[in-house]
């Protein structure tokens, strides 16, 4: 019996694959075996169920508080932004997007090592209110700078998803609701919005899961004063050592993303909001 000849597009996928399984399996695979078991490798849901402990469920609330702030301001910022683009010409739509997109060639890291430098009681903002003989600005290592520092670093990811799927709106609907008597406001309500579901469902996804796991944020802009889930995370790896007891904890946070995606696929089945 002759074999059938491999497709040379599966071929093609033999590196993407092999980077799956050694970066992305693998790692889970190991996450769930520290997860749930204790040091001596029995199975145990102890370390999932950490997440209860006072300081592990307020630092899971804090997180999941400053997440949905820093996301409904997002959405807030985001979709006027992205009418704005879809109004204007295409060349000005893609210098705008490119505008957009730059700051996130940039290292994360120093985006938000930049904010510390502007924020800091003798930075640049502070100096500057100075010489105008201004109040200073006090928000450095509150709660406060870190929703900034999410709100800069993953505003981006609301304003494509949402602009995308309202370029994606077919002109003769919003042509043909003005015709039927509809005003400006009735067809943003019962046209626009409605049909921009999908993006800023996938918007609301792409801000709401790094804002919830991150560390580096709240470490720099918190100045460690306002412990998130995720340094509770990245300190029980790093600095504890206690790898089981941080995967137990991360499986929690495994929960809200899988619900999130879900949230994604249930709404977004034709993948309208997506931008990549």
Sequence with gaps: MNKKPVSKKKLLGTPYFIWSVLFIIIPLCMVFYYGLTDKSGAFTLDNVLAIALPEHAKALWIALGLSLIATAICLLLAYPLAMILCSKKTGQQSFIVLIFILPMWMNFLLRTLAWQTLLEKTGVI?????????????????????????????????VLPIYNALSKIDGNVINA?????????????????????PGIISGITMVFIPALTTFVISKLLGGSKILLIG????????????????????IVLMLFIIVNMVLTAVFDKDGEGSFL
């Design 231 to 250: 340094n509770v995370i990245e300190e029980e790896f790093t600095q504890a050592s206690n790898w089981h007891l941080g995967s137990g904890l991360s």
């Design 126 to 158: 502070n100096n500057i209110l100075g010489f105008f003989h201004l109040p200073p600005l006090s928000i450095i290592n509150t709660p406060y700078a870190i929703v900034l520092g999410m709100v800069y670093n993953f505003l981006p990811f609301m």
């Design 177 to 197: 609701a003005k015709d039927l008597g509809a005003n400006s406001l009735q067809v943003f309500w019962k046209v626009t919005l409605p049909l921009s579901i």
